[in-house]
T-cell receptor, first 113, second 114 residues
Framework: GENVEQHPSTLSVQEGDSAVIKCTYSDSASNYFPWYKQELGKRPQLIIDIRSNVGEKKDQRIAVTLNKTAKHFSLHITETQPEDSAVYFCAAGAQGGSEKLVFGKGTKLTVNP | KAGVTQTPRYLIKTRGQQVTLSCSPISGHRSVSWYQQTPGQGLQFLFEYFSETQRNKGNFPGRFSGRQFSNSRSEMNVSTLELGDSALYLC?????????????FGEGSRLTVL
């Protein structure tokens, strides 16, 4: 069935360092790959997304890369700040008239000042 | 614009009871999805409704059901509650167009089953 594997489950970095989170998906029909950030006690919020016709997308300190052949996509955060500390979820979705997303199990990122 | 509103925010039930959760989407959003969030499993898709029709369903038992009303508001129901149903239930709304797009989540309903 559909599955999204996410690694690592926890990640601790020093402020100013970069953080990378990787995901692998199984469904070849997937063509939409969003990343959600969930701060403690709050709702998940979209931070960046990419569609399968694009290999890379960047928004200030955040970038996402996609390798459709290998079914891999990654989130890159540069110059990390303490406010980046949160749980990050990758997800995969497919066209076909549904908003269904299959989420990874999350990565708890801690940025130490 | 008001965000996605879920009620109740917290509830405690005992095994065997049933529960109904409510979700009011962002105005103009026609798709409502429900997810179960637990510490070990992350966010798991329950179902999605669009224009009062269930468009997709996840791998949950039939005890989990939902519906959507003509104003796009949605409810989900869990019958014969089990201890393992304790979780945060998140509702998300979206425009529901042809392409999958951003989901806007509510703050969730935290269910505890004793």
């Amino acid at each position: 069935g559909e599955n999204v594997e996410q690694h690592p489950s926890t990640l601790s970095v020093q402020e100013g360092d970069s953080a990378v989170i990787k995901c692998t998906y199984s469904d070849s029909a997937s063509n939409y790959f969003p990343w959600y950030k969930q701060e403690l006690g709050k709702r998940p919020q979209l931070i960046i997304d990419i569609r399968s016709n694009v290999g890379e997308k960047k928004d200030q300190r955040i970038a996402v890369t996609l390798n459709k052949t290998a079914k891999h996509f990654s989130l890159h955060i540069t110059e990390t700040q303490p406010e980046d500390s949160a749980v990050y979820f990758c997800a995969a979705g497919a066209q076909g008239g549904s908003e269904k997303l299959v989420f990874g199990k999350g990565t708890k990122l801690t940025v130490n000042p | 614009k008001a965000g996605v509103t879920q009620t109740p925010r917290y509830l405690i039930k005992t095994r065997g009871q049933q529960v109904t959760l409510s979700c009011s989407p962002i105005s103009g959003h026609r798709s409502v999805s429900w997810y179960q969030q637990t510490p070990g499993q992350g966010l798991q898709f329950l179902f999605e409704y669009f224009s009062e029709t269930q468009r997709n369903k996840g791998n949950f038992p039939g005890r989990f059901s939902g519906r959507q009303f003509s104003n796009s508001r949605s409810e989900m129901n869990v019958s014969t509650l089990e201890l393992g149903d304790s979780a945060l239930y998140l509702c998300a709304s979206s425009l529901g167009g042809k392409n999958t797009g951003e989901l806007f989540f509510g703050e969730g309903s935290r269910l505890t089953v004793l």
